[in-house]
């Protein structure tokens, strides 16, 4: 693993006999001022600009999050629907398996107004479902996933970085955590979500494009349509002068260059990694990734637009799925486990983003190093 992690530095960061290093982030060369990353408190989180994103649900492991930070990326686990006990496992197997700084992200537990008749009405449309699969829908409720205990946790543990998904902490949060030594990374899908972020103070903003797998980050749970990642990225770049992480479609080297030379800082790659022997993808997901089905947003596991592959749940009911989260989620969550255990890939949220048909089945080191030496290729010429 060192001598991938070392590869990777030589042929990104330094770009030896090249000045691209100083003019691949330009937007990155400002001094260390209120609220902001310096280029090389940043560049010392990763050695090639490929972050693991996050991947809430199961595919996320303390396996995937070491390789990728040990292959020079900068990994992720993901906190959300974990106890913080068992995030704090996890925060402990990370380290036996790498020294390299990695990131924990959280859910902003957002309170939306929920249409209760609504829900009923979807679960009564659900009984199908319930009567293949045998077993009861859930219990719809509300919950902030342990949100002051995983502060409490790491504020404790202190990873590198803690991200969080579907809102911003205020600003409060943000200083105590940063006075802890942790950078403060935030997901947005909008210019006016960036500002709102960078108000609170935090370090750099991940941006999350509509090609995006999984649940979109919104902090209100739009039903607007979302804006793909390269014109989001330019409109980000405009409102604020944080250090940008690009998500949504990345798939390669290529990809990665692409979205630097759009004035990102690095790419945060999810649905490529899906298939990487780390990853804890159920078979059926997996199996799902080698057909070509198109991906669409739905509410129907859930009850938050997520980008999934279209499979028969998905077009069952979609249509009737009430904006309602994590009251769906909690709803369906015996059905889709049921669904998986029996290797029933119509019956689980297949969360993929649009490029995932370039997911390939290789080790997350292979992959981070690869990404890496591509994009330098690429940026070079």
Avoid at 2 to 16: E, G, I
């Amino acid at each position: 693993m060192t001598t991938v992690r070392a590869a990777a530095r030589s042929n990104f960061w330094a770009l030896p006999g090249s000045d691209i290093s100083l003019n691949v982030c330009p937007q990155m060369d400002f001094v260390h001022r209120a609220g902001l990353m310096s280029t090389d408190a940043f560049r010392s989180l990763m050695d090639v600009p490929v972050v693991g994103a996050p991947l809430s649900g199961g595919a996320s492991t303390s396996e995937l999050a070491a390789a990728v930070s040990e292959a020079g990326g900068f990994g992720f686990l993901a906190a959300g629907y974990k106890t913080a006990v068992e995030v704090q496992r996890e925060i402990e197997h990370v380290r036996t398996r790498t020294q390299r700084p990695f990131g924990v992200n959280l859910f902003f537990p957002t309170k939306l107004p929920v249409d209760e008749t609504a829900v009923s009405d979807y679960i009564e449309g659900l009984a199908g479902e319930a009567e293949r699969y045998g077993v009861p829908c859930g219990e719809p409720r509300w919950s902030d996933d342990e949100w002051e205990g995983k502060l409490e946790l790491v504020a404790r543990e202190r990873p590198a970085v803690v991200s969080f998904t579907f809102g911003c902490p205020a600003s409060a949060i943000v200083a105590q955590l940063r006075g802890h030594g942790i950078a403060v990374w935030c997901t947005v899908t909008r210019p006016a979500e960036a500002k709102v972020a960078t108000a609170a103070g935090v370090d750099a903003l991940v941006v999350q494009g509509s090609e995006a797998g999984g649940h979109q980050a919104s902090f209100d749970d739009t039903d607007a349509a979302p804006v793909g990642l390269l014109a989001l990225l330019q409109l980000v770049r405009k409102a604020t002068d944080l250090p940008l992480v690009a998500a949504g479609g990345i798939a390669n080297g290529e990809a990665v260059a692409g979205v630097i030379a759009a004035g990102a800082a690095a790419a945060q790659i999810g649905s490529a990694l899906m298939l990487t022997p780390e990853a804890g993808t159920s078979p059926p997901h997996r199996a799902a990734f080698k057909a070509d089905a198109p991906t669409a947003l739905t509410r129907a596991f859930t009850g938050r637009r997520a980008r999934g592959i279209v499979n028969r749940f998905m077009r069952d009911h979609d249509a009737a799925a009430p904006k309602a989260y994590p009251q769906v989620h909690y709803v369906t969550v015996p059905l889709r486990a049921a669904a998986r255990a029996a290797g029933d890939a119509e019956g689980i949220n297949l969360w993929a983003g649009q490029a995932y048909p370039l997911a390939e089945a290789a080790p997350a080191a292979t992959l981070v190093a690869r990404w890496g030496a591509e994009a330098h290729a690429v940026l070079r010429r």
